[in-house]
C-alpha cells in the first residue's frame, strides 16, 4: 500500500509551502522520520519526514514549485507497491495560476511595460524561473521550457540570450515626461508579501495608538557594565536590548491585560509570557518568540535571544520557534538613527513596544542641566483591549524598573 507524503500545515496562516528540493531519490529505502525533503514557507525553512519505513515510490513534487497544503508530494511504501493516479490536487499552484493567467486579457501597453512578441497559449514556468527572468530583465514568453510538458525551468532563463538589438529596435520612443527606464523589479513575494499583507490586515482592522517617552537609561547601562565585567567572549555579553527584554517580561507579568489576545469569546489573559523578538531580514521580518520569559533569568533569556536571532538570520527557525508569541518588542535603537517609531502591532496581541537609540540629552535634574544617556521608547495598543490611562500605567512600570532595574532579576 503507497501511503501519501503530504504539503504539512505549518501555522494557522499557512496556504501553501514551495519545494525547495528532494533528499532522496525514487527507489532509495528510507525509515519512519527520516528527512525526504525541504520545503519552504512564506516565514521559514522545513524538513519533511518520511510518515514510514519504506520505499520512495514516486516523487510528485518538483523543486521550485509551489504546492498548496495537504497537496501530494509523492508516495512511500513496499516496494512495488500500487501508486495512485496523480490528481488535481498534486498539481502545482502555479501551474493552475499560469491556466488562469493565459485566459486572461492582456493589459494595455503602458511605457513602463516592454512588449515584444511572445509565444502565443499558455506559458509554463516555476516561481523560481519567473522571479529570475524578472531580475534579469527577461520576457520569459520568449523562452522555450525544456522542464516537463514544456515548462520553463531555471536552467532556461540563465541559458537565454534575449536578442538586444530587436529589442532595442521594438521600443517605443518616449517623450521627456515618461520613465525611459523600468527600473529593477523586486517580486514581491514570500517573506516580504507575507509580512506586508499582515501588516496591512491589521493597519485596516485594529484601532492602534501610540504613547512615546524618553527615559533615562544611567542606571541600565551601570548595570550591563557590572553584568559583563572580565568577559571579553561578546557572545556571552548581555546587550542593552537583552536587558529590555527582561525589563519587559517583568513588566507584563504585573499587568496582565498588556499581554492579552482578544477572541469572539472575550479578552484572554495568557498566564504566561511568549515574548517575541522583531528579527529584520533581507527578505522581511520575522519574530521568533522566546516562551516563558517571565520566569527565565536574564543570562538565559539573553543566550536564547542570540540563537533566535542567529537561527533567524540563516533560515533554521522551526515553525514552534515564531508562533504563540503574546507580546512584542522591536528594537532599531542598534541602528543609531530612530529616537521613536509607530511599531504595527501583531496579530492576536494587544500591545508592542518599540525600542529606539540611546542618546546624551540635556535634561533638568534637581532645577539644573546635565546631560544624561536617554532612550526613546514608542509602545503602541489596541484600544479595544488597552485604554490610554492603562498603557501609560505599563510605561509607568518599565520606568520605575529602569531606575532600579536589579529588581527585574531578583
Known amino acids: 500500500m503507497a501511503i501519501e507524503i503530504l504539503m504539512p500545515k505549518l501555522g ?28 519552504e514557507t512564506e516565514k521559514l525553512s522545513y524538513t519533511v519526514e518520511s510518515p514510514a519505513d519504506g520505499t520512495l515510490l514516486k ?20 516496494s512495488g507497491a500500487a501508486i495512485p493516479d496523480a490528481n488535481a490536487e498534486t498539481v502545482p499552484e502555479a501551474a493552475r495560476r499560469a491556466e488562469i493567467e493565459a485566459k486572461a486579457p492582456e493589459p494595455e501597453f503602458s511605457p513602463q511595460r516592454l512588449e515584444t512578441p511572445a509565444a502565443v497559449g499558455r506559458v509554463f514556468i516555476t516561481p523560481v524561473a519567473k522571479k529570475l527572468a524578472a531580475g ?10 525544456t522542464g516537463p510538458n514544456g515548462r520553463i525551468v531555471k536552467a532556461d532563463v540563465l541559458a537565454f540570450k534575449a536578442p538586444r538589438e530587436d529589442v532595442c529596435a521594438a521600443e517605443p520612443s518616449f517623450t521627456d515626461t515618461q520613465t525611459q527606464s523600468a527600473g529593477t523589479l523586486i517580486p514581491y513575494a514570500g517573506l516580504r508579501r507575507a509580512v506586508g499583507e499582515t ?16 527615559i533615562g537609561v544611567s542606571k541600565l547601562l551601570e548595570l550591563r557594565e557590572t553584568i559583563n565585567e572580565g568577559i571579553a567572549d561578546k557572545a556571552e555579553r548581555v546587550t542593552i536590548g537583552e536587558l529590555f527584554l527582561k525589563l519587559t517580561a517583568a513588566a507584563l507579568t504585573s499587568m496582565p491585560i498588556m499581554n492579552s489576545s482578544l477572541t469572539d469569546e472575550g479578552i484572554v489573559l495568557h498566564g504566561r509570557v511568549h515574548l517575541g523578538m522583531a528579527t529584520a531580514l533581507d527578505s522581511g521580518l520575522i519574530v521568533p518568540v522566546i516562551r516563558d520569559a517571565c520566569s ?9 535571544a542570540k540563537e533566535l536571532a542567529a537561527r533567524a538570520r540563516s533560515g533554521a527557525l522551526t515553525p514552534d520557534d515564531v508562533h504563540g508569541g503574546t507580546f512584542t518588542v522591536s528594537n ?24 529606539g537609540r540611546i542618546t546624551d540629552m540635556v535634561v533638568p535634574v534637581g532645577g539644573e542641566a546635565a546631560v544624561r544617556p536617554m532612550i526613546g521608547l514608542s509602545l503602541t495598543y489596541d484600544h479595544r483591549i488597552v485604554d490610554g490611562a492603562t498603557a501609560a500605567e505599563f510605561i509607568k512600570k518599565l520606568m520605575k524598573l529602569m531606575e532600579n532595574p536589579v529588581r527585574a532579576l531578583l
Open 332 to 355: 532599531l535603537g542598534g541602528y543609531g538613527s530612530v529616537d521613536y517609531f509607530s511599531p504595527i502591532i501583531n496579530p492576536n496581541q494587544a500591545a508592542i513596544l518599540g525600542v
Open 199 to 214: 501588516m496591512l490586515n491589521v493597519w485596516k482592522t485594529v484601532p492602534m495608538v501610540t504613547h512615546q517617552v524618553s
Open 12 to 39: 494557522l496562516t499557512m496556504t501553501a509551502g514551495t519545494v525547495l528540493g528532494w533528499l532522496k531519490d525514487e527507489g532509495d529505502s528510507v525509515e519512519v522520520q527520516e528527512p525526504l525533503l525541504e520545503i
Open 59 to 78: 516523487k510528485l513534487a518538483e523543486a521550485g514549485e509551489k504546492y498548496p497544503v495537504s497537496s501530494v508530494l509523492g508516495y512511500i511504501g513496499e
Open 296 to 304: 527565565k533569568g536574564l543570562l538565559e533569556i539573553s543566550r536564547e
Open 136 to 145: 534579469m530583465g527577461i520576457d520569459y514568453r520568449q523562452i522555450k521550457g
